[in-house]
C-alpha cells in the first residue's frame, strides 16, 4: 500500500524552483520526523533534508544548504521541500519518507526511515 505521496515535480529550467509536497493517505505510527531523498539514475539514494518533529530542527545536505527549505503545515498535513536555484545536479526522483528510529547518529541512514513514498520526477535543464 501507499504509505506517503509525493507531488509537486516536473521539469523546471535551471535557476527555477519547485515546491513538492508529502502527504500520508493513512496513518502511520511512531514517526520521529520526516526527511527527503533523491535518487538519479544510476546512483545510489541520497539524503536531502530532514525535519524533526521534537524539536523541529532542520538538517540538509551540503548541497543544498541555502537552496532548499523543509517544512510543514500541520493544518493540512503536509510536509513540503521548497527547492530554489535548482541545477542540473538537483535532477533526480525525490522521495519523502517517515523516520522511526534512531540506528544512526545522523540524519541520512535509510534503514532509520521505515515510510516511504513512490517518488517525484526532478528534471532539470540548462
Known amino acids: 500500500q501507499v504509505q506517503l505521496v509525493e507531488s509537486g515535480g516536473g521539469p523546471v529550467q535551471a535557476g527555477g524552483s519547485l515546491r513538492l509536497s508529502c502527504a500520508a493517505p493513512g496513518r502511520i505510527f511512531s514517526v520521529h520526523g520526516v526527511g527527503w531523498f533523491r535518487q538519479a539514475p544510476g546512483k545510489e539514494r541520497e539524503f536531502v533534508a530532514a525535519?524533526?518533529?521534537?524539536?523541529?530542527?532542520?538538517y540538509y545536505a551540503d548541497s543544498v544548504k541555502g537552496r532548499f527549505t523543509i517544512s510543514r503545515d500541520n493544518a493540512k498535513n503536509t510536509v513540503y521541500l521548497q527547492m530554489n536555484s535548482l541545477k542540473p545536479a538537483d535532477a533526480a526522483v525525490y522521495y519523502c519518507?517517515?523516520?522511526?528510529?534512531?540506528?544512526?547518529?545522523?540524519?541520512?541512514?535509510?534503514?532509520?526511515?521505515?515510510?516511504w513514498g513512490q517518488g517525484t520526477q526532478v528534471t532539470v535543464s540548462s
Open positions: 525535519l524533526s518533529w521534537s524539536d523541529l530542527n532542520t
Open positions: 519518507a517517515a523516520r522511526t528510529r534512531y540506528g544512526c547518529s545522523g540524519y541520512g541512514c535509510l534503514s532509520d526511515y521505515a515510510y
